[in-house]
């Protein structure tokens, strides 16, 4: 018979008990960690009862109407989530598939149910969930942060539209003004008398252009200060062609100082052909039309500065303005000059009819080139224009009317629909 | 074929940019942002052509030692002053402390706001003259003015405080309602009128009935 | 340059000489002297429209001279006038009071330094105010000198006590995105992708490497957008691209001139609030109660308006005297000249 050793459960229990001491003595000897951790792992402990419930009713689909590579998830926010609820907001996790590793790719506050991922590829699957989270922050430090997530979503796949169905109000509205326009055109080709009502700013272009030529002094034709990227800035050069047409039959100096370069090249190519077509090609000078500054106040100062030195007696504006608009009038005004003005700038509107003799108020400056043409198929686009407005005109009384009686539905038809 | 060029790219241009805004498909999504770069860049290289213009004029008016020449001088010297200095200021040319920032802080800038604050002026000048009751449309622009201007300030209200004018007729109420509702049906209507003015017009030179900025009819 | 050019050019000069090394402390009346000098200002004023009626046209010089005086004085003047918020600025305070704490918040500076006046001190109490309610601020600028202007603006909020001891760090409380050029298209990519637009901040610093800003993909990211505006692009292409193609809320600080343009927009609803001029940025300030440049400079409009509205009067004087007194001289009906055969 041989005697139980001692010796091995004591080594056993030795090396136990020297393995927990170490263990002790180097979790005793750590320095205290002040820094608050940001990440889930490390975070504080959260008290009881702060997990929000979790979303429901989480849907992704294809963003409509867009170029692709987005994808819009939506759900029912928590029942938890209101006034002095456990809601903090809602993380947003993306995976491509139920199984494969989740990608958190935004966050929401509370009380939003929307969110739209532009982080896809067209053709590819993805999966989503949306987590409700609950969070405690103490100087800009997460303390403590809780979540509870969602069910994922069906797979979905993003692509690009070819129509844009929002616009479908724009497109009809185009349509039926564009065909207004082109019916009336084709009226007026046909030969019928359209009636156009008189334009004292237009009527008026003569009387500037012959004062000018009495009294010996020039006429300046300022196109405004936008580029030839501008719709102002096209009719005002239009008009400009007629206007040195006349100031070429009467043989009087047109100057015109403009603001941008491919203006400058334009003009130059107008005022020449209008004094060909005037017979008086050999009269044209190219320093009529000469460049300034881009430059708005540099601009504005150096007009001033002709007007007060050369005493114009016509002054026409025509094009875009700004805040120069009324430096420029006042100045002209004060020299004696005639001033026609006419611009689309619903601001600078009131300084023209203040300083200005004559005014051609936003549309009647688009006109300008009809009315002085009397082209019938210029005519007959303002005419096409006319029924557009009409039928605008239509809209809103009825509009008001029905508005007023809690019908909403017509005037939702040109709200930006959803 | 020198105009017939141009009408045949404003017309295939235009149909396609009205069309573009109706698709969201690559690549339509992205022409109006291409040819908005296209144009800022042709238009910043365009820019020699008018700063060359200037210059040629300006040095003809001094060398001809026409009338008020002075002042063609002081533009030659600026400009070269300007370019000069920016250059040489190398690719940091704007930052604080250069010569072009010292120029752009100390001379364009309190430049700009001298001309940018004769508005001031020219306002109290231009209402002076221009806001008399000849008719009865003159004389509710000029009420209208007067209710505007003396409801903007707080001086409205302490004026209507010394009349003890109740609450909801103080100048700054009656201020507010004219450009909440009066001043916005005005506006509106502008616009809308603006709008389809500018959609004639752009159909017009799409067309090609619209020829005359292309150099006559 | 003329004689009278040149003697201008040399006053000025010697005045701007004077003001800048002979006075050493500022000049500030007391409101005693302030009050007697508006008052002063009324007399003259009355005497002008008591000439007026008796006869004598005033010219243009007279009104530039005192909308002069209207402007300059006041700077040295101690006058308080109350100032009371009107509805579109309430409603702007108010969305901002809102919003909550790490909200972001995208501010669009769109004009440059003439229009400085009038939108700066806006832009001081709108970002005093975000800093003091612990929202985000991202900002850039449509126009070139924009984001040289927001950094002038975050300089003054950063000289408030409250504000200096929250030490706000850059790329994580605010960020200045810069400038970049293409108007309206800028809003539109932004739709779908700030980074498109921004791939560097004003400093260079990459989009990725900022902390604020790297989550931030387009405007579903952001929580309110106030937009500063002087012209074009401003706050009509933000309402007629982020509001209307991608749902923002949008507050607006405008010029004077340009305010009236942006009652459509509020009355509509695309605008949740508005700033118009220095009067809106006085009332602004009055709401947040950070007191600036717009109540101190709305003492010199308070004065401009009021002159103007007196030489109006005067105007109308000199006309209707002037209507009467051709009446008084036209030829009697029933005389000489209108027998038959007369011409």
Redesign the interface.
């Known amino acids: 018979m041989t005697e139980e050793s001692w010796v091995l459960p004591n080594i056993k229990t030795a090396l136990i008990f020297l393995i927990s001491i170490i263990c002790f003595a180097l979790a005793a000897g750590q320095e205290p960690d002040d820094s608050i951790p940001t990440t889930q792992d490390t975070l504080n402990t959260p008290p009881p009862n702060v997990t929000p419930v979790m979303p429901k009713k989480v849907t992704a689909k294809d963003n409509p109407n867009d170029e692709g590579g987005a994808i819009v998830i939506t759900w029912h926010i928590s029942v938890d989530d209101h006034e002095g609820g456990k809601v903090t907001g809602y993380k947003i996790y993306r995976g491509t598939g139920p199984d494969q590793k989740f990608t958190e790719i935004g966050t929401v506050t509370s009380g939003t149910g929307t969110f739209v991922d532009h982080g896809v590829n067209d053709g590819e699957k993805y999966v989503y969930k949306v987590a409700a989270f609950n969070s405690f922050k103490e100087n800009g430090r997460t303390v403590w942060e809780v979540s509870s997530e969602s069910n994922i979503t069906a797979p979905v796949v993003s692509s690009a539209q070819w129509f844009d169905w929002r616009r479908i109000n724009v497109l009809v509205g185009v349509i039926f003004v564009c065909t207004a326009i082109f019916l009336y055109i084709q009226r007026a080709k046909s030969g019928k008398e359209l009636y156009i009502r008189k334009i004292a700013g237009l009527e008026s272009v003569d009387e500037a252009v012959g004062r000018a030529t009495e009294m010996g002094r020039k006429i300046f034709f300022i196109p405004g200060i936008n580029d030839m990227d501008n719709v102002q800035t096209i009719a005002g050069i239009t008009i400009l062609g007629r206007v040195a047409q006349i100031a070429a039959e009467y043989e009087t100096w047109i100057e015109v100082p403009v603001s941008k370069s491919l203006v400058m090249i334009t003009a130059k190519e107008i005022v020449k052909e209008a004094y060909s077509k005037a017979g008086r090609p050999d009269n044209y000078n190219d320093d009529q039309v000469h460049y300034l500054t881009d430059d708005q106040f540099g601009y504005a100062a150096a007009i001033d500065g002709m007007f007060v030195r050369e005493k114009p007696a016509a002054v026409f504006y025509m094009g875009a303005f700004f805040a120069e608009s009324l430096i420029m009038a006042e100045t002209g005004n004060s020299v004696g000059a005639i001033q026609i003005a006419g611009t689309a700038m619903p601001s600078q509107l009131p300084f023209f009819v203040a300083a200005c003799d004559y005014t051609l108020i936003g549309e009647e400056l688009f006109a300008a080139s009809a009315y002085l043409s009397r082209e019938p198929r210029l005519l007959g686009s303002l005419k096409g224009q006319d029924i557009g407005k009409a039928a605008i005109l239509i809209a809103i009384l009825l509009g008001v009317l029905l508005e007023t009686f809690g019908i909403f539905e017509l005037s939702n038809l040109f709200k930006v629909i959803d | 074929m020198r105009r017939e060029i141009p009408l045949i790219i404003t017309a295939f241009v235009g149909i396609v940019f009205?069309i573009q805004?109706?698709?969201?498909?690559?690549p339509f999504?992205r022409l109006?942002?291409w040819f908005?770069?296209w144009?800022?860049i042709?238009?910043a290289c365009?820019?020699?052509?008018?700063?060359l213009?200037?210059m040629k004029?300006s040095a003809?008016r001094v060398y001809r030692k026409k009338?008020?020449w002075?002042?063609s001088v002081v533009i030659i010297v600026s400009f070269l002053m300007i370019t000069i200095i920016g250059f040489a200021g190398g690719p940091d040319f704007r930052d604080y402390g250069t010569g072009f920032d010292w120029l752009y802080r100390l001379v364009y800038?309190p430049?700009?706001?001298t001309?940018?604050a004769?508005?001031?002026?020219?306002?109290?000048?231009?209402?002076?003259?221009?806001?008399?009751?000849?008719n009865l449309e003159a004389t509710l622009l000029?009420v209208a003015?007067?209710i505007i201007?003396?409801g903007?300030?707080?001086?409205g209200?302490?004026i209507g405080k010394v009349l003890h004018l109740p609450e909801s007729i103080m100048p700054?109420q009656i201020a507010?309602w004219i450009?909440?509702?009066v001043?916005?049906a005005g506006?509106?209507a502008?616009?809308?009128?603006?709008a389809?003015?500018?959609?004639?017009?752009?159909?017009?030179?799409i067309l090609g009935?619209?020829r005359?900025?292309?150099?006559?009819d | 340059m003329n004689k009278k050019e040149l003697v201008a050019v040399i006053i000025i000069v010697a005045l701007s000489l004077i003001f800048y090394f002979g006075i050493k402390q500022p000049i500030v009346f007391s409101s005693t002297v302030s009050y007697i000098i508006t008052a002063l200002i009324g007399l003259v004023l009355l005497y002008i429209f008591i000439r007026t009626v008796g006869g004598k046209i005033f010219g243009r010089r007279t009104v530039f001279l005192f909308v002069g005086i209207a402007v300059v004085l006041p700077f040295f003047m101690t006058i308080k006038q109350p100032i009371k918020s009107s509805p579109e600025v309430k409603s702007l305070y108010d969305a901002v009071l809102a919003l909550k704490p790490d909200s972001k918040v995208l501010v669009s500076f769109d004009y440059d330094p003439p229009s400085a006046p009038e939108l700066q001190p806006m832009a001081e109490s709108f970002f005093m105010l975000c800093f003091e309610r612990d929202l985000k601020l991202i900002i850039m600028g449509l126009w070139p000198q924009g984001p040289q202007q927001a950094e002038m603006a975050l300089q003054r909020a950063f000289l408030e006590p409250d504000i200096a001891a929250k030490n706000l760090k850059y790329g994580v409380d605010y960020v200045n995105l810069g400038f970049q050029t293409g108007n309206e298209f800028v809003i539109q990519r932004m739709g779908s992708s700030f980074k498109s637009m921004f791939q560097t901040d004003y400093y260079g610093t990459p989009y990725d490497d900022i902390p604020l800003i790297r989550n931030v993909t387009n405007f579903s990211n952001i929580d309110f957008v106030f937009n500063l505006s002087a012209g074009y692009p401003g706050t009509v292409e933000w309402v007629q691209v982020a509001v209307d193609r991608y749902g923002v809320k949008l507050g607006a600080g405008n010029t004077a001139v340009q305010a009236p343009q942006m009652y459509p927009y509020l009355r509509a609803g695309q605008l949740v609030g508005l700033l118009g001029g220095l009067n809106g940025a006085a009332e602004f300030e009055k709401a947040t109660n950070i007191i600036g440049k717009g109540t101190k400079f709305m003492v010199s409009q308070s004065f401009a308006h009021v002159i103007v509205i007196a030489f109006i009067i005067i105007g109308n004087a000199a006309y209707f005297l002037g209507e009467k007194r051709r009446e008084e001289n036209k030829p009697n009906q029933t005389g000489m000249n209108n027998q038959p055969g007369a011409n």
């Open positions: 009205i805004y109706f698709i969201p498909h690559y999504n109006n942002g908005s770069d144009f800022s042709i238009g365009a820019i020699w052509l008018g700063a213009n200037l004029i003809d009338r008020d002075f002042y800038t430049l700009s706001a001309m940018f004769l508005l001031a002026f020219f306002v109290a000048s231009a209402s002076y003259r221009a806001f008399r009751a000849r000029l003015a007067f201007m003396i903007r300030v707080p001086v209200d302490a700054s507010g450009m909440g509702y001043n916005a506006q509106r502008i616009m809308i009128g603006i389809l003015g500018i959609v004639s017009t752009s159909l017009r030179v009935i619209e005359a900025h292309l150099g006559g």
